[in-house]
């Protein structure tokens, strides 16, 4: 397995692992519940938890068998674990301010609210790293292009450059030696040759190796 395969099946393990603790926590604040209360309390308390965890799911599937992002899903996870900490850090310190505040049994329910904001942490996290990935991976692309650009650019003044010296050259030999240099610059050839061809074929240079013979016996 490749890095990608691993932080994505970590994504989908941690979104199965969040939805099974959704449920059983959903399961024990029904307790003290009857009747239609208990369909509100979870479906208001658990459901929508329960969705996110899935939706983490379905998004690690989603890396898991390939997406545009697959060469920064490392930075996708360290986003993911980095919210998580941050949303678990809030619940705890939210819990022990209703704590103090209160001055209740708010303790009981810590490790409800935990949870929670814990399954909201990573998918934000990891939504808020595709996209960070993406913006990189344009960004790059965009430098690329650029690059291309600015190597097309300089090409073409360099093609005027020849032209103007091309239109200044006053002999064969001058016209020759820009010819050759313009190939090998643009071209990347080494081996050329430059002839003038009338009755017979003349050459005015070469940087080959055993033309001369070739062409006297053509």
Known sequence: MDVRDISAG?????????VVLQLFQGVQQLDGFEGTDLY???AVETLPFVVISMALMYVGSWLFTGSEV????????????????????????LVFSLQVTLAGETLEQA????????????????????????????????????DRVEQFANKAADINNYGRAL?????????SSL???????FLGLTDLVFAVVDEEIQLVDDTTVGVDQAVQET
Request: hydrophobic fraction near 50%.
């Open 70 to 93: 697959d060469d920064e899903l490392p930075r996708v996870v360290a986003w993911a674990a980095g919210s998580v900490a941050l949303f678990g850090s809030l619940a705890a310190l």
């Open 10 to 18: 970590g994504i989908m393990g941690a979104g199965f692992v969040l």
């Open 179 to 185: 010819c050759l240099e313009a190939m090998q610059t």
């Open 40 to 42: 509100v309390v979870f």
């Open 111 to 146: 490790p409800f609210v935990v949870v929670n904001l814990v399954t909201v942490g990573a998918l934000a996290g990891v939504l808020v790293g595709i996209y960070d990935a993406r913006s990189r991976i344009h960004q790059r692309d965009l430098e690329h292009e650029r």
């Open 167 to 175: 239109n200044r050259s006053e002999s064969v030999e001058e016209i």
